[in-house]
Every structure is written in C-alpha cells, then in structure tokens.
C-alpha cells in the first residue's frame, strides 16, 4: 500500500525528475559541444544546438508526463476500487492509505496542498482510525472528497 501514498508517490516524482533533468542537460550538453567541435562556431552550430535543445526539451516534457500518468495509475486504481467510504467502519485498505497520507501531512509536506484541512484536528482523526472508531458524517463526506476521482485528477496535473 505504500507504492500508491502521497508520501511515495511525491518522492518518486521528485527522484525521476531529478534523473530525468540531469539526462537531458547531458544530452544536450553533448550534442552541442559535438556540433562545436565538428563545425566550429557557425549558424550550422546555432541550428544544431537549437535543434537539440528543443529536442531535450520536448523529450523531457513527454517522459515526465508519462511517468506521472504512470505513478499516479495505481493510486488511481486503488481508490476507484476501494472508495468512497460507504460505511462509518473504515475497510483495511482505506485506513491504510489514509493513515499513510495523513503521516505524511502532519509530518509538515505539502503545506500549501494539504486536503487535511478540512478537518479541525488531523491528528485527532488519526487516533480515531487507528483505533478503529466509527467516523462521523462530515470526516466521512471529507475523506471521499479527498479519496475521490476528481481529487485524482487534480494530482495528476
């Protein structure tokens, strides 16, 4: 269940793009310094060096939109699977993703982002799944907004 939190998910986000940015500067990098050395400083060099740069770039753009459509899949699939929350009793699978989401929140990620907020207390429903306490109507109306389709939408963006 940790492959499809948010925690796991940014992380990975985060590593692949850093991978994905030091690739293509190489690769750019390369090929323009090829391209100097084979043609010397002249306007074939300039659209060489163009070329490869908007190559770079549009490659970058294609392979880290693929990669967060790929990431983002299995969380996708976990909640279109196991949400909304029908009953007041969470099911294993939706307490386990919640309670890893809401660690990381309270560990101080995504301040800006934070779908928690919409409770007074993230912490005190925290204790309240982890003991297996019924929720009321407004932490489960809450949750399937945050566990929802369109909340999966929105993170893949």
């Known amino acids: 269940m940790k492959e499809e939190s948010l925690q ?3 992380n990975k986000r985060r590593d692949f793009k850093f991978k994905l940015k030091g690739q ?3 690769l750019c990098a390369v090929t323009i310094i090829a391209s100097l050395i084979l043609n010397g400083v002249t306007r074939k060099t300039g659209i060489i060096s ?3 740069f908007i190559v770079c770039l549009l490659a970058y753009i294609g392979v880290n939109s693929l990669h967060r ?3 983002i ?3 996708k699939a976990i909640i279109e699977t196991n949400f909304p929350i029908k009953d007041d009793i969470l099911t294993g699978v939706q307490q386990e993703l919640i309670l890893l989401d809401i660690d990381y929140f309270l560990n ?3 301040q800006k982002n934070d779908p928690y907020s919409v409770f007074t207390d993230s912490a005190a429903l925290k204790s309240r799944i ?3 306490e019924a ?3 407004t932490e489960m109306e809450g949750l399937n907004g945050i566990y929802s389709v369109e909340s999966i939408k929105r993170l893949g963006r």
């Open 135 to 137: 929720l009321i109507n």
């Open 108 to 110: 101080g990620s995504r």
């Open 69 to 71: 459509k790929m990431i």
């Open 130 to 132: 982890e003991e297996g």
């Open 24 to 26: 293509m500067i190489f």
């Open 8 to 10: 796991y998910i940014s």
């Open 50 to 52: 163009g070329s490869a």
């Open 73 to 75: 899949a299995k969380r």
